[in-house]
């Protein structure tokens, strides 16, 4: 069997909001260990077609999806696909960070507990490894026990990625990770996602077109719901195919 | 000449502000009032004897003011709606707030706030004519002689015996109005108050929380009660609260159907004599400040000592939860 480098294959994807086609006809492969970056104006479909690669979109009643996602050859929109499976495998980081009102403890041991794990060394050492994994560890390994909501903005969303890592995804969604966030934590969010992607899969959709350039191999151009231009993040940035790209990465519109 | 706009300002602010400050002085008024008139029965009778007196015989020669029967009874009526109540009044919510389809919520929302707000004289007469003789005519009967027959029939070491004869002497209804009953109509009027103010804590539990529960592979259940109720366990904790508060002041369902007699009730179909149904009911009676007069207010100042203790109480719950979810300290 040929070992398929994608982990995730989109064919033919609509998604509907009620009667507004808000992704259209989109067919992309997401390459396994990489970064793709999918940039696009506001209310392109970029965070839409994010969402919809571990069915959060599943949460708004008033959506439906038409074509196929393929997650590791799994037809994740088949009937018979365990949702709760599907987002434990691939995790999801929002625009603001959303920590629990409880403890970082507790906060990164919650994915752990609903995976019915309870014993407290093992907990320990889950929770210990997603924060380090996270780069957080040093600056919370004495406050483990205080709230996560009293943490910088930087460090509440690297609590949030550690978070996700404690579920040992293979994929992580990052849903415009850095833009409630200062230069500084950006920049510490774009290292971490680097080192990160020696050992999962990232999917980052972003506003900021020198983040996806800096941090990203492939990068994907959405525009009004469609695919316009996919490719190595080089090419793209440097030599665009597609009219609308270059205008979209020099500044002419956005 | 029209006024200077400074001037029409400052006359808005101060026919504002005396009008709230009146209803303020108002009701500090009518508690100084309900003191200053409790005091005398207090100071007359002695505290412990009031407080703690068992015998509650106001119009008798020498009469008796022991609250304790009345205190008692307003206590079992709580705790056994409290059983009741807040349990179903929580689920109530639960479901409304996370489970139910939106229609459906559309429809139950609005009628479960519309039952709070349900008349409670037509509550105590429903169960003055309804429940009360079911359950002392048709209930009681099968609990408390088919019941034990049926054990009795099956010949086996103590459930023929033991537990039969318990259940022939302590399933009997007497009467139908007893505090069972007064629970029963006080969940009815406690249940809407603390669903609807419960499902408003729960609704406002922000939206990205439980997008992280989903995120982390977190099924609906385990984000409603990992999540959803431990954020918003001050939100619940005012709207049990308050539901109980309500119970205790509640009037004319324990007036009509608690029974109404100043005993301590030991058992769940005794009837008992709650503190309002005592004021409402001798209030008329009692001559102008007579003894008898003095202790039905020193009744009502420890209903309200009661109530003042539980807004109190909800009120730090709530800020103690607010300072945890802002990340003050935990």
Known sequence: ?????????????????????????????????????????????KSTLLRSLNRMNDLITTSRVEGKVFFKGIDIYHRDTDVIELRKRVGMVFQKPNPFPSSVYE????????????????????????????????????????????????????LCIARSLAQEPEVLLFDEPTSALDPISTANIENLLQELQKTITIVIVTHNMQQAARISNYTAFMYLGELIEFGDTDTIFVNPHHKLTEEYITGRFG | MALKWQTREKAVEIIVTSVGFLSVIVLLLIGFFLFKEAFYIFYKAGVLKVLFGTAWYPTYEPPSFGMFPLIMGTVAVTV?????????????????????????????????????????????????????????SWLSPIISERLPELLRSTNLPFVSTTLADMCYDKLFIASGLNISTAALMLSVRAIPIISSIAEDALTAVPRTYREASYSLGASKWETIWRVVIPSSVSGLSVAVILGIGTIIGE??????????????????????????????????EAPYQSLHYHALFGVGAILFLITFLLSLISDFVSRKYRAIRIGEKI
């Not at chain 1, 924060?131 to 996560?148: F, N, P, Q, T, Y």
């Open chain 1, 1 to 45: 069997m040929v070992e398929n480098k994608n982990i995730f294959e989109i064919r033919d994807f609509n998604i509907y909001y009620v009667d507004f086609k808000a992704v259209s006809n989109i067919t992309l492969d997401i390459e396994a260990y990489r970064i793709t970056a999918i940039i696009g104006p506001s209310g392109c479909g």
């Open chain 1, 107 to 158: 906060n990164v041991a919650y994915g752990p507990r609903i995976r019915g794990i309870n014993k407290k060394s093992l907990l320990d050492e889950i929770v210990e490894n997603a924060l380090i994994r996270a780069d957080l560890w040093k600056e919370v390994k004495d406050k483990v026990h205080e709230s996560g909501m009293s943490l910088s903005g930087g460090q509440m969303q690297r």
């Open chain 2, 80 to 136: 056994l709606t409290a059983i009741m109540a807040i349990p179903l009044g929580l689920a109530t919510a639960v479901y409304i707030a996370e489970i139910a389809h939106y229609k459906v919520k559309e429809i139950l929302k609005p009628l479960v706030e519309m039952l709070a707000s349900f008349p409670s004289v037509v509550l105590g007469f429903f169960g003055m004519v309804v429940i009360a003789p079911i359950l002392s």
């Open chain 2, 251 to 284: 009037t004319m369902i324990v007036l009509m159907v608690a029974g109404g007699a100043a005993v301590i009730p030991l058992w769940i179909f005794d009837p008992a004599r709650p503190m309002p149904s005592a004021i409402a009911a001798e209030m008329a």
